[in-house]
């Protein structure tokens, strides 16, 4: 009994010399400690620009539901709106609009485009989107669903308040 009692006693006391010399040792920093500091620090390069539009001010530029198509906002945040177009509760396209303050490039796809929708410059990205540069937003309508083409595409950013949407400050 009493080596049971000092083999416990042992334990113990092993036990916590393990974890005060773990506990107080100091660690090196390692390189991605270094690049978390780093870009915790940085204040240009941050997501999104302190002068980007709320989300919520975008929505009202948004068409409406019509021709058997529902329109369900899906997310909204500073410098970006975007919602689901569906048709019999299958999501068939997204609809977006982003403020390109804090992506200042995306807005120089546009410059030699020769594209026009409704008088906004316009390009085609791939198979499945369609966007128009309207001031400083990018509207953009992406396809889900094969059957939802370009000319649908199209048809969609006209029915936005792009004439709204430029006069927005």
Not at 79 to 102: H, M, P
Request: glycine share 6%; hydrophobic share 35%; with cysteine.
């Amino acid at each position: 009994m009493l080596l049971s009692r000092s083999r416990r006693i042992l334990a113990s006391l092993l036990l916590c010399v393990l974890l005060l010399t773990t506990a107080c040792a100091t660690r090196e920093p390692s390189r991605f400690d270094q690049a978390q500091q780093e870009s915790t620090k940085q204040k240009s390069g941050q997501a999104v620009a302190k002068k980007a539009t709320q989300g919520s001010k975008l929505n009202q530029f948004f068409p409406d539901s019509d021709d058997g198509y529902d329109r369900v906002y899906t997310q909204e945040k500073k410098g970006f709106s975007g919602a689901n177009l569906k048709k019999d509760g299958k999501v068939v396209a997204q609809l977006a609009i982003s403020d390109t303050t804090s992506t200042p490039t995306v807005a120089s796809k546009y410059a030699n485009s020769t594209e026009k929708i409704a008088g906004y410059p316009a390009v085609q990205q791939g198979k499945t989107q369609t966007s128009v540069l309207v001031g400083k937003y990018q509207v953009k309508v992406i396809s889900k669903d094969p059957l939802f083409n370009a000319s649908n595409r199209e048809d969609w950013l006209e029915k936005f308040d792009l004439d709204g949407l430029e006069e927005l400050k």
